[in-house]
């Protein structure tokens, strides 16, 4: 497994960036953080592109870069992919000289086996597009590309930078969906900066937030969103994975395995059965009572310890412990007085099969 280590300091006349991180390359690691916060600059270090960085730039053994022993590793002997926003290819060209384009700048060094053109133009669904001028597509098809010229290169990471800020609902999530389908194909891991959350959640495993120039938290993608909830840093929400048991057309649900306990949400049968689904809970649509709801329409109810307590302005925001699994969930501060809750206390968690919403 590779590993990115990050011990770098920038320093612009308004603003620096000083992180000390080591980050596992595995998967999508998320790069969240509000506009301002250090993102690209943290990228184009990581790319070779910002020359007046210090520290130093790790992946496993080879240096990218050590300002005190004078190193420093060109963009092009890096073998890291860029896709950015707004994708630079060369206008005058065809796609498909575009992509060859990509395929010459592979170096010779690489240990992953060869790709094949063709996978690519395939796995970026560009077939139809290979004899366009690149000048006649559209904001989506530039893109990917973009990515499949990234990938041509046979890069050992990819970053990319708020890919999808310059496309629609529609192409969006061919893009994400795209991503997903190469990470795993090829195994490749990727940085993947984003000021949306909600398009990091859908696609990355790992998170690492800034916050004005500095590293906040890193971690598991659940872990994390967890740490920013009971943090009062993003809307309360309880983010997990679990297992697809059964499709339940009749009912019009879905069933989900946690731990000895069950989850119904509204069917979705493209969700394969014995897969991880990705979803997340809202804490304002998770209600609390003191016994088993059992004549009652809201048709999840799960038993719990409550672990955290935090008032946050006139709410209360409990962490419900049910199998194992934390769940948040939002209450008014007259509610907890009338229910008397406190710390360890047995209780049960309720929510409707629409309140769990699918991520992937
Ligand atoms: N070359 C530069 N010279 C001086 N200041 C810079 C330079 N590049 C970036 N900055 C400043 O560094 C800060 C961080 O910029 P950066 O682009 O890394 O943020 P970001 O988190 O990617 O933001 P956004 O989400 O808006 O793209 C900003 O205040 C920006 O103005």
Same mark, same amino acid.
């Given at each position: ?21 080591? *980050? ?17 600059? /943290? ?32 963009? &092009? ?28 700048? %592979?170096? +010779? ?56 800020? $310059? ?11 795209? =991503?997903? %389908?190469? &990470? ?13 959350? $909600? ?8 998170? =690492?937030?800034?916050?004005?120039? %500095? ?9 994390? *969103? ?5 943090? +009062?840093?993003?809307?309360? &929400?309880?983010?997990?994975? /679990? ?12 069933? /989900? ?40 329409? *809201? ?18 925001? =409990? ?42």
């Amino acid at each position: 497994m590779a590993d990115l280590r990050i011990k770098i300091n920038v320093d612009y006349d308004d603003f620096s960036l000083s992180i000390d991180q080591q *980050i596992s390359l595995t998967g999508i690691t998320g790069i969240f953080g509000h506009s301002g916060s250090g993102k690209s600059t /943290l990228l184009k270090v990581i790319a070779g592109l910002d020359k007046d960085a210090q520290g130093q730039l790790l992946i496993n053994d080879t240096i990218l870069f050590d300002s005190q022993a004078k190193t420093f590793l060109a963009p &092009q002997q890096r073998n890291i992919g860029l896709v950015f926003q707004n994708s630079r290819l060369f206008p005058h060209l065809t796609v498909e000289e575009n992509l060859r384009y990509g395929q010459k700048r %592979k170096k +010779n060094n690489v240990t992953n086996k060869p790709l094949d053109f063709s996978e690519i133009v395939a796995l970026t669904q560009l077939e139809s597009l290979l004899v366009k001028s690149v000048a006649q597509l559209s904001g989506g098809e530039q893109q990917r590309v973009a990515l499949a010229r990234a990938l041509l290169a046979e890069p050992r990471l990819l970053l990319l930078d708020e890919p999808l800020s $310059a496309l629609d609902d529609q192409n969006k999530i061919l893009m994400l969906t795209l =991503l997903e %389908k190469v &990470q795993k194909q090829l195994n490749l891991p990727m940085l993947y900066v984003s000021h949306s959350l $909600a398009e990091i959640q859908q696609l990355a495993n790992s998170l =690492l937030v800034l916050s004005s120039g %500095k590293v906040s938290h890193y971690g598991d993608i659940h872990q994390v *969103i967890h740490q920013l909830t009971t943090d +009062n840093e993003i809307l309360h &929400q309880t983010s997990l994975s /679990l297992t697809v048991k059964e499709h339940l057309p009749a009912y019009g649900l879905t069933s /989900l395995v946690l731990a000895e306990q069950q989850i119904l949400m509204a069917l979705n049968d493209h969700l394969e059965i014995a897969k991880q689904a990705r979803c997340i809970i809202a804490a304002s649509d998770i209600s609390v009572t003191l016994h088993e709801p059992r004549e009652s329409s *809201i048709v999840n109810h799960l038993q719990g310890i409550i672990t955290g307590f935090n008032r946050c302005n006139a709410q209360i925001l =409990l962490t419900v412990n049910c199998s194992g699994q934390d769940f948040f969930v939002t209450i008014t501060a007259w509610s907890a007085n009338r229910l008397s809750l406190v710390l360890e206390q047995s209780i049960y968690i309720q929510f409707k099969a629409n309140a769990v919403r699918i991520l992937r």
